[in-house]
């Protein structure tokens, strides 16, 4: 499974919908397999969302996301789990480990109808 985390100074980008940069790892058995950086400098959100299902992208762990946007990415097969922050790395960590959806990487002000979508998500994948 590929994940996707948009990092911006070593954190999760605030805002999704204009990050610059995507660290995609390759997960196995819940275990980083290979990692790389992916630009993603395109402006449309439809390229963008292309972008994004061209790089094989599977889960997309972001901090805040317009509507469209996620509903664009949902649409195209990609599992969004919204309103994270933090350092990158503890993220990924935290994601890998089963403990993502911590108090302490819930973005402020965060909606959680959404989050709880990803949480699903999450047991269903990780079990």
């Not at 990050?19 to 963008?48: G, W």
Request: aromatic letters at 10%; a positive charge.
């Amino acid at each position: 499974m590929k994940t996707a985390i948009p990092v911006w100074e070593g954190k999760i980008s605030p805002v999704f919908d204009t990050a610059s940069k995507l660290l995609i790892i390759q997960v196995e058995n819940s275990k980083e397999k290979s990692r790389f950086e992916a630009p993603l400098d395109e402006l449309n959100l439809t390229r963008r969302c292309s972008r994004i299902q061209g790089l094989g992208v599977e889960v997309l762990i972001c901090g805040a996301i317009s509507r469209p946007f996620y509903r664009m990415l949902v649409a195209g097969g990609v599992n969004v789990i919204p309103w994270v922050s933090g350092p990158a790395e503890e993220v990924l960590d935290a994601w890998l480990n089963g403990k993502l959806f911590h108090s302490r990487f819930l973005m402020p002000g965060c909606n959680w109808q959404k989050r709880e979508k990803g949480k699903r998500f999450f047991k269903k994948t990780m079990s």
